[in-house]
């Protein structure tokens, strides 16, 4: 009986050893299986940040890796990381039902939200995951599933990056239960920059969408414009982005848009943009206005 107790210790050491020896892709399994990216850092004895990054219409979740390059990101700044797949509809198209108005554009409807809070539930079952940290990045269709995400699941997202997706078009569809930290990103070629349309219905564009977020994590102040510029897009030259920052929001939040000033729909982002996105969503942390 002894000998057996030794060998499980054993064997526990060895299993926890191996969780932060090396950087490991863990399958997750299920009519919706995801790849959990698990960095050589991560340690159960210290609750790390999970960040879910969600594609664009008719793109996979390995494309928008190969976009953004994010796993060389978790593994330098020790977060867990996922970028899972949308589903396909009758053409093949793969989509996120992010919001009425994109992308489930046929019966039967996708819970997409029940699905991403799914992948927090099974991953934070299985791994330390800090609760007060949790991010969601999107890029057009899956911005809007990352609106809709900050909309409906406040009390358990810290703060989601939308690059160049939509939201709902009314801003009372929007009732977060408590503040959430947003950063829009948008270039100002994009064709849905000023007004977003789906099917020749218009929606909100990208300055509409950062007021709104203004106005429902109730900020005091109005925007300002940040002396310093950032260089996110490669094809433009010099520093073309300008940071605009609500002041006063609700707990402390942030309301951020980036605007990159000549850059389209998928802006060819430089070397920069991920540790400078990445160092803005890992810095707001789940704040609490009790």
């Known amino acids: 009986m002894k000998s057996r107790v030794i060998i499980l210790i054993v064997l526990a050491c060895t299993l926890v050893g191996s969780q932060v020896s090396h950087a490991a892709t863990i399958p997750f399994a299920g009519s919706r299986p995801f790849n959990l990216f698990v960095p050589t850092t991560y340690s159960?004895?210290?609750p790390a940040p999970l960040v879910i990054a969600l594609s664009g219409y008719n793109q996979t979740g390995a494309q928008l890796e190969k976009y953004l390059k994010l796993t060389s990101v978790a593994q330098a700044d020790g977060f867990l990381y996922v970028h899972p797949d949308g589903s396909k509809d009758g053409h093949g198209?793969?989509?996120?039902?992010?919001?009425?108005?994109c992308c489930n554009f046929f019966t039967p409807k996708i819970d997409d939200v029940g699905y991403i809070m799914s992948i927090i539930n099974q991953i934070s079952a299985q791994y330390s995951v800090d609760p007060n940290r949790i991010y969601i990045i999107g890029h057009s269709n899956g911005g809007f599933l990352a609106n809709a995400l900050a909309c409906k699941h406040a009390d358990q997202i810290a703060a989601i990056v939308n690059i160049a997706g939509g939201t709902y078009t009314s801003s009372t569809s929007c009732k977060p239960s408590g503040p959430v930290s947003v950063l829009e990103i948008w270039g100002t070629k994009d064709e849905t920059y000023k007004i977003n349309h789906i099917l020749g219905k218009p929606i909100p564009g990208a300055i509409k969408i950062f007021n709104m977020w203004g106005d429902i994590n109730r900020c005091s102040l109005p925007s300002i414009t940040s002396p310093d510029k950032l260089d996110l897009d490669?094809?433009?030259p010099g520093a073309e982005t300008t940071v605009l920052q609500f002041q006063g929001c609700l707990g402390g939040t942030a309301i951020?848009?980036?605007k990159i000033a000549g850059a389209d729909h998928d802006p060819a982002i430089s070397k920069d943009f991920d540790t400078?996105?990445?160092?803005?969503?890992l810095s707001?942390?789940?704040v609490s206005t009790n």
């Open 256 to 258: 951020d848009f980036w």
């Open 93 to 101: 198209i793969r989509f996120w039902n992010g919001t009425p108005e």
């Open 276 to 281: 400078l996105m990445m160092g803005w969503l």
């Open 234 to 236: 490669v094809k433009v």
């Open 284 to 286: 707001h942390a789940k």
């Open 44 to 46: 159960p004895t210290a």
